[in-house]
């Protein structure tokens, strides 16, 4: 269990994080730092991480990859659907970013479901509904546990 709430409270960090960008507006002309880890090339550049490929799948059935979030600002959290204390609020905060963002072209949602075995296409589909949240908008993903598990320890390098 210790490792779920391990990727709970990275989960808060991040949506803070995206909160605090929210409150910029669309009005500011400032821009958001780079964080995390970065190289050098041998001719001095630097270089940033990137999130590795992936492909998961979502609550439509339908594959989730990097092209998905190509040019776009998402925002990305790792949940299961029967999760009693911290999930319920990160879902709330989520909704909440959601709505203000949910007309707004450049901005996506992700969430990983990190209870790969009990979070099903069709339970992610009855969860989405039950949001009232669409699909194209916000992604709930499901996909392999090591690949889930893998592009957390990634989103939380980069």
């Not at 990275?10 to 009005?27: D, I, M, R, T």
């Amino acid at each position: 269990m210790r490792p779920i709430l391990k990727h709970m409270k990275h989960s808060l960090v991040l949506l803070f994080a995206v909160a605090l960008f929210a409150s910029c507006g669309p009005q500011s002309k400032r821009s958001l730092p780079i964080l995390g880890e970065r190289d050098l090339s041998p001719s001095g550049d630097t270089i940033y991480r990137s999130v590795p490929d992936f492909s998961f799948v979502d609550q439509d059935s339908q594959a989730v990859t990097n092209a998905t979030f190509a040019g776009k600002i998402y925002m990305v959290d790792f949940f299961f659907i029967h999760c009693p204390t911290i999930c319920p609020k990160v879902k709330k905060n989520g909704l909440r970013l959601y709505e203000k963002y949910k007309n707004d072209d450049r901005v996506l949602m992700l969430s990983h479901s990190i209870d790969t075995k009990n979070d099903t296409v069709a339970a992610l589909k009855r969860h989405a509904e039950k949001l009232d949240i669409d699909a194209k908008k916000w992604h709930l993903v499901t996909g392999d546990h090591d690949a889930i598990y893998g592009i957390a320890d990634d989103y939380f390098s980069v």
